[in-house]
């Protein structure tokens, strides 16, 4: 009888399960997050806009190595560009990324 009850409550936390293809992506997105360089852009990014020579600045890193994480950043879609004329300037994509950013940094800080 137990036993039936257990699997009544599997049946229900499997439907709510993420699908498989979620999965994968949100594992994507953690290996894209699990990078210090990448984290260090995301929080420069967060007060604002800036160009890859001004993120290279900040953090003591070669613009090529910027502009590299930089498409590896646009490709998992947390940070947007827009071009003004020849410079461009990056930003975060969303609402969502500064979340994740402030949710982890509030976790490991607890």
């Known amino acids: 009888m137990a036993h039936e009850h257990l699997k009544a409550d ?3 936390i499997d439907s709510k399960m993420p699908v498989e293809e979620e999965v994968l992506d949100l594992s994507e997105l953690f290996k894209v997050l699990g990078d210090p360089t990448r984290i260090r852009i995301l929080c420069a990014l967060k007060n604002g806009e800036l ?3 001004d993120i290279a600045a900040l953090l ?8 590299h994480q930089l498409r590896v950043l646009k490709q998992a879609r947390l940070v947007k560009y827009r071009r003004e004329g ?8 969303d609402d969502h990324v500064h979340t994740i950013m ?3 940094l509030e976790h490991i800080n607890e």
């Open 10 to 12: 599997i049946n229900a």
């Open 51 to 53: 160009g890859v020579s």
């Open 86 to 93: 020849k410079a461009v300037y990056y930003s975060v994509s």
């Open 60 to 67: 003591g890193v070669t613009q090529s190595g910027i502009s």
């Open 102 to 104: 402030s949710m982890g």
